[in-house]
């Protein structure tokens, strides 16, 4: 394996790891708050379609991407109001809002396109195009020609969608939202102990709502990135799990955000090595190409039987909050 093959990898990683990434920090934002978020997956297929379709209709990504994250906002809106207005079960709120998703976008889908239950390909001004950075190289057969800095930068640095570029930099302002301003020690302390932020005269409704709707910005640009960037429009089920693999990831990373990024990087790879290498031989044994493709998932199941140490969930997750008189 040369030294390019290996960049190439890295870049699939990073391209594979930004959808998980962005949703990991979306149920961040909303387990540190004391709601648990197993919508995720949902939210995210809701707002591919809703991107592919506008951006369609429009011709514009951005006005997709800006409906994207409208429908993933109103399905957190509407979690929200079920676990905490009614302080109905998080969990079933949660899966409710994926059968949801995963129903309505095949049926409108088909009502609007008549293609199946998924959007017309996606082209021009309707996708994110990948930025070539100042100095970068755009074809292989320069880039091969460069030396191991040069290829790096152009391979691996260069050639994204904005997207990918907001989602790194989302990681470090996370950690400083959460770490170095009030609204984050407040967010922190209603995911532990509710009662002292109510005692203090801080709304913990108010806290969790902002989280969860938070949650539904991050997820509505996840999945608009699925449908216009990574893919060129919506298919049935297209988020894949992401939404469930990015939960394993949020407990890989024990609710922190650079080891998040950390998580979704490695569950990345491993969906970069599976689509690279299929039907590998090793002697006279052949590795089927499902069980490559199948790797993220059984990093899922190494992560959540506990093989990777203790994970503590905040004190107060899942736990609606009932106000003393």
Not at 220 to 233: C, H
């Amino acid at each position: 394996m040369d030294f390019l093959t290996i960049l190439q990898i890295l870049d699939s990683t990073v391209r594979l790891a930004t959808p998980l990434l962005l949703a990991c920090l979306a149920g961040l934002y909303s387990e540190r708050a004391g709601v648990f978020d197993i919508g995720l997956e949902g939210k995210i297929l809701a707002a591919a379609f809703f991107s592919a379709a506008v951006a369609f209709t429009s011709g514009s990504v951005w006005l997709g991407l800006l409906a994207g994250i409208a429908a993933s906002m109103a399905l957190a809106a509407l979690h929200g109001v079920a676990s905490i207005t009614f302080r109905g079960n998080q969990l079933i709120s949660g899966v409710a809002i994926n059968f949801l998703a995963a129903g309505l976008t095949v049926v409108i889908a088909q009502t609007w396109f008549l293609q199946g239950g998924r959007t017309p390909q996606l082209s021009g001004a309707a996708r994110f195009e990948n930025i070539v950075l100042p100095g970068a190289a755009s074809r292989i057969r320069d880039i091969a020609q460069q030396g191991p800095l040069g290829q790096i930068y152009s391979e691996l640095i260069s050639g994204h969608s904005i997207i990918v570029y907001v989602a790194l930099a989302i990681v470090p302002l996370t950690w400083w939202v959460l770490y170095r301003t009030r609204f984050g020690l407040r967010l922190r302390a209603v995911g532990e102990n509710p009662a002292a932020v109510d005692t203090a005269g801080v709304s913990v409704v108010g806290l969790r709502f902002a989280a969860v709707l938070i949650a539904g910005v991050l997820c509505g640009i996840a999945g608009a990135y699925l449908a216009t960037a990574l893919n060129a429009g919506f298919v049935k089920d297209m988020s894949a799990g992401r939404g469930f693999i990015a939960l394993a990831a949020l407990i890989f990373a024990k609710w922190r955000p650079w080891y998040a990024l950390s998580a979704c990087l490695l569950f990345g790879f491993f969906d970069a090595v599976g689509n690279r290498y299929q039907n590998i031989q090793l002697g006279e044994i052949i590795v089927p190409v499902q069980f490559m493709q199948a790797l993220p998932y059984i990093l899922v199941v190494i992560v959540l039987a506990g093989l990777v140490g203790k994970a503590i969930p905040p004190r107060a997750g899942g736990e609606p909050y009932v106000k003393e008189r």
